[in-house]
């Protein structure tokens, strides 16, 4: 059964950085793409970036340029690095596995202006 838990959100201020962290487990990690989506209060969940096997990324417009999307296979580990942060990034983020349709629990990002 794969178990996803993501870690690393908080709150910050307009500008600041966060990065957060999905750690898998009972799935062979390496094999798989992985995404990040975030669901803000009253708005449908949205995808924020997704990472192949190959390495390969994709970015949300409202996101390219601020966020970076990475995975470490030796981990079982994928990583959202989020810079320059606005309000408007106020959400719940989650991780997701293409394979096995499984999401995480779910993180508080919190921006404040």
């Known amino acids: 059964q794969v178990q996803l838990v993501e870690s690393g959100g908080g709150s910050v201020q307009t500008g600041g950085s966060l990065r957060l962290s999905c750690a898998a487990s009972?799935?062979?990690?390496?094999?798989?793409?992985w995404g990040w989506y975030r669901q803000a209060p009253g708005k449908q969940r949205e995808l924020v970036a997704g990472?192949?096997?190959?390495?390969?990324?994709n970015y949300a417009d409202s996101v390219k340029g601020r966020f970076t999307i990475s995975r470490d296979n030796a981990k079982n580990t994928v990583y959202l690095q989020m810079n320059s942060l606005i309000p408007e990034d106020t959400a719940v983020y989650y991780c997701?596995?293409?394979?096995?349709?499984?999401w995480g629990q779910g993180t508080q990002v919190t921006v404040s202006s």
């Open positions: 990472i192949t096997i190959g390495r390969s990324t």
């Open positions: 997701y596995n293409y394979r096995y349709e499984t």
């Open positions: 009972g799935t062979d990690f390496s094999l798989h793409a």
